[in-house]
């Protein structure tokens, strides 16, 4: 196919943060989100909704001095929460250690028009991870 039947959708911005207000950002995606749900044990544990960005589509607004980061296992994804309500609201993933996730469960309403989740199956890791290698490529 050619033109703009092809094109990704157009993005848009939205805001969120932690559940006390001291860490804000932002993240340019679209508005019909297409999201994974990760049945690991940080993740399942967490409630987080998966929005893997490209890092230039990710902004830190406020509060980086309010996070504190964890690292398990390989110690390669870097979970950041905020050190007074205990929020996370995005961090640096394993599969993608060249964009963010971020919770969409953290994004403020009214710039989200629909959200897809699709299941991320840690028990099968590399499959998983391969099938999602495109999100965080500019």
Known sequence: MTGSSMSAPALVTHHGGCHCGRVRFSVRAPARLQVLECNCSICRMGGFLHLIVPSRHFQLLAGADELVDYRFNTGVAVHRFCR?????????????????????????????????????????????????????RP
């Open 84 to 136: 007074h309500c205990g929020i996370k609201g995005f961090y640096s993933p394993r599969s993608h250690p060249d964009g963010v996730d971020v919770n969409v469960r953290c994004l403020d309403a009214g710039t989200v028009a629909s959200c897809t989740v699709t299941a991320f199956d840690d028990g099968d890791r590399d499959a998983a991870t391969a099938a999602i290698a495109h999100l965080s």
